[in-house]
């Protein structure tokens, strides 16, 4: 898999019937070893190990309801009262991060409520901070650690 813009981690990875697996340790259990997970998972570790996020308040691709469609997140970090804080969004390394990534999560947030929204592909990070008043979110150099 491709080097990304964040820290190694030690993953555990199998190959089962030609196929690369990765043990998720938030779902526990082993998934496809694709090049989103690869940045999902990336990411997962970073908050937690990084930023100091509790591993029990990080939920991965969690069912949504936006509007009449039910969607999957690909990060959820929850704060104390088990609102939603942060919505992340991962793409594969390839993927460019546009104006309609940022629509896609946007439309999440709408139900969610979260206060920081990020956008990763694994080698480009966006980090937002919404102001809910407004209806808009700033730029961020980085998302704030865990307090």
């Not at 997140?73 to 929850?78: A, K, N, S």
Request: hydrophobic share 35%.
């Amino acid at each position: 898999m491709i080097r990304l813009n964040l820290p190694r981690y030690p993953f555990r990875i199998k190959s089962k019937e030609n196929k690369l697996y990765i043990f998720d340790q938030n779902r526990k259990k082993e998934v496809l070893l694709t090049e989103e997970e690869w940045v999902r998972q990336h990411f997962v570790e970073y908050l937690v190990t990084g930023k100091n996020y509790p591993r029990s308040r990080v939920a991965v691709e969690k069912q949504c309801q936006v509007g009449q469609m039910t969607k999957r997140t690909d990060i959820l970090v929850f704060d104390r009262k088990g609102e939603v804080e942060i919505i992340v969004e991962c793409k594969a390394p390839g993927i460019e991060i546009n104006q309609d990534t940022f629509d896609q999560i946007a439309r999440y947030n709408l139900e969610l409520k979260a206060n920081y929204l990020i956008v990763t592909n694994g080698l480009e990070h966006f980090y937002c901070q919404m102001d809910h008043e407004a209806r808009e979110y700033k730029f961020l150099r980085d998302i704030p650690g865990y307090i």
